[in-house]
Structures are given as C-alpha cells and as structure tokens.
C-alpha cells in the first residue's frame, strides 16, 4: 500500500514550457486535491476532484488544467509554465466518509 | 471571512513544552486540524478536532478549541529535537464542499538543545 504517489519528485522548466504531474493514489479514495505550497502562505487549493471523470476549481485555478480519467490518477497540467507557478505541488486524497487527507510527498517545480 | 492564522516562528527548548496558536475567523468551521511538514517532505496529520469539542489529547500532543475568541492551540509535551518541523492549523468550512482545507500559514518549531 504505497498512499499517495506523486511524479515526478523535481523538475525545472524554461517559460511557456509544457508540463503534466501525476498523482496517484491506491487507497481507492474518491477525493482527490492539488495544492500549491508557497513560503509563508501555507497550502492553496488549485483544483479537486470528487470522482472519476469529474473536477472543479479551488482557490487558485488559474494556468492549470486537470482530467480525472481513472478513479486512481489526478493529473495536474501546466499549459505554458509562468515564473509564479514556481511553487512546491501536493496532491491529497480522502474518501467521501473521511475527514482526514492524505498527502503525498510533494513536487518541486522551477520556472524560469 | 475564511481566514486561518499563525504566526511564523517559535523556538523552545528540548524538554520544554510548544504551545502553538492557530485563530481563525468563520465560526461555522466543523473540523480543525493540526498538520505537521518536516524538512522536504508532504504534510502529516497529527490530530484533529471536531468542533464541538473543548479539548484532544493524544500522548504528547493536547488540542484546546476556544470557539468563543476562534483559537484553536497545539501543545507539545517534552519537546524534542524531532519535533522540530512547520505545523500547519487548517480547518474545513460547511459552505465549501469535497471537505475542502483551509491552511493557515504555518509555524516554523525549532527546538534548541
């Protein structure tokens, strides 16, 4: 039972560049977050999910974009890197009867 | 308001005891939780409490809701090194859904020796 995976673990992108982070979770959680994690303003909500095939916007949504095509996976894509989107990415799973989320062990993201 | 707040530092020495607070501003929150972050690594729950508790205690950790001035607090017992990490206060509003967390900005602990 690996939790919460993400992929990959760094990556550092030159502006307008394209990119896609995994999650992936095998606990078959109907749930699924991603958060941004910025020095000194704690966790942001960029986007979630609350079952396959369905997502919504949270707080910051701008410059991303996610698909929910398997119960297990949530994508989180960057269509054109900007240097604000340099950040510490996580994703998180709950189920629908849990109040507690799970986290995985983040990606760190460069733009330059 | 949505609001979670913490200040950004605390140091305490080891075998003393942490108390790190956490206020926030939307009475209608229902869960509140303290998260722990060590150095290059995601967020670990530590505890939390619903909001028609007063206080949590588990091991070394005490939770102390104060839902009149909204302050919720984080005691650490018998401080050690290992605690040293950022401690997150998050909370989860009724009027958002999918058990959306609001983060407050974290609190650095650094226990000296």
């Known amino acids: 039972n690996a939790g919460v995976t993400q992929t990959p673990k760094f990556r550092v992108l030159k502006t307008g560049q394209s990119m896609t982070l995994l999650c992936a979770q095998d606990m078959n959680h109907e749930y699924m977050y991603w958060y941004r994690q910025d020095p000194g303003m704690g966790l942001r909500l960029i986007h979630y999910s609350v079952g396959e095939g369905t997502t919504a916007k949270g707080e910051v949504p701008d410059g991303y974009n996610v698909s929910r095509l398997k119960k297990q996976n949530f994508l989180l894509g960057l269509e054109s890197a900007a240097p604000s989107q340099t950040s510490v990415y996580f994703c998180?799973?709950?189920?629908?009867?849990?109040?507690?989320?799970?986290f995985g062990p983040g990606t760190r993201l460069t733009v330059t | 308001g949505e609001d979670v707040e913490q200040s950004l530092f605390l140091s305490v020495r080891e075998g003393d005891s942490s108390v790190i607070n956490c206020t926030y501003t939307d009475s209608s929150s229902t869960y509140l939780y303290w998260y722990k972050q060590e150095p290059g690594a995601g967020l670990q729950l530590l505890t939390y409490?619903?909001?028609?508790?007063d206080m949590k205690q588990d091991q070394r950790l005490t939770v102390l809701l104060n839902k009149k001035d909204k302050h919720l607090s984080l005691r650490i017992a018998d401080t050690q090194t290992g605690d040293s990490a950022i401690y997150f206060c998050a909370e989860i509003l009724p009027t958002r859904s999918a058990r959306q967390l609001t983060f407050g900005s974290g609190t650095q602990l650094t226990v000296l020796p």
């Open positions: 998180a799973s709950t189920t629908g009867h849990s109040y507690e989320q799970y």
């Open positions: 409490i619903f909001s028609n508790m």
